[in-house]
């Protein structure tokens, strides 16, 4: 444990050699954290518990995208803090966050990783369900709500992001950004079915190659959380993939269709629009095609409420929703917002 400062303030942060005996994990995060620690928990398979109560050290993998996901991560930890009597340990995007205050029980525990470690078993960390689903149900249909991506093999391949979108920290909350080469997880993709990259940003060079080696090897591959300016630079690869049938999945997070919005984001119209352009062209090609948006987002004092539904559904085989959300932490805000955008 050391006293750390970063960009939100001051405080403890645990790290991963204070993590005692046998260790259980389970993930409220997305799947960029969730692939980290399982990187680690498979290179370490001897000190991973599937038993909260049998645990040494019981971890939460945190995110802090809305006050909601914070709430959820609040209520993870403290269900298994009063199952266990234990601290716990809260990891993820959300652990970096000094900036908001957590119950005294909760240890902040910086990033987890093992970098290069092939995943072999999903089942050491425990994901939890997404809590903007209340009845959620796993499923192997991968379009059904909550499910994209849930049963897909993650291969990592970085993480970070050099983005400057007003709305977001993750460049200050993923530790330290890296990218790894392609063409040295040739084999672990071979290895598993279902794959899809996993990164919070992945890069043109990164895409480009990944999209040859789908094609050379003549396997399926999706491609996860590619920004539109990346696609953009990447279209005839991406295209010709589709072409040759071994796109599963694209997911790109456009965030708006809404011009004013986008620009208040610090994104590009013109780039979002022609990411829209080529996920359509590789949709008629048989590609699922996925997104992300933020509804009710405010600039300053206009709220921008109408994300457009039909069209989404429209032009997108899946997407999922957040909330703005200013940064500002409030439990009782919070738990008020929930109640508002998922019910009690």
Known sequence: MQEIKNIFGTGKMYNVEDLEGKVYVTSAAC????????????????RMEKDPKKADSVVVLGCQVTDLAILNDINVATRLHNETGAD????????????IELPPFIRRLDVV??????????????????????????????????????????LKIGAGCHGKCKYCTIKHTRGE???????????????????????DSPTVDQIKTWCAIAERLQKQISIRNIEPQTLVACGDEVVELAKAGYLN?????????????????????????RALEIMQLVRSLGVKVATNIIIDYRVDDKLYSNHDKERLESEFDYYSWNPYFDGNFSLKKAKERFKKYIGE
């Open 177 to 199: 950004t890296y990218a790894t080469v392609p063409e040295t997880q040739i084999e672990e993709f071979l290895n598993h079915e279902d794959v899809v990259l996993i990164s």
């Open 88 to 99: 716990i340990y809260m990891g993820g995007c959300l652990a970096q966050r000094m900036d």
């Open 113 to 154: 990783r093992t970098v290069g470690q092939e995943i072999n078993d999903r089942r050491l960390i425990d994901y939890e369900p997404p809590y903007w689903v209340p009845e959620f149900e796993e499923s192997k249909d991968n379009f059904k709500d909550g499910n994209l991506f849930r049963n897909f093999y993650p």
């Open 249 to 273: 999945i694209l997911h790109c997070p456009i965030q708006s269709y809404d011009e004013e919005v986008l620009k208040a984001m610090n994104r590009s119209v013109t780039m979002t629009k």
């Open 31 to 46: 799947m960029s954290v969730w692939s980290d620690f399982l990187s680690w928990a498979n290179a370490h398979t001897d």
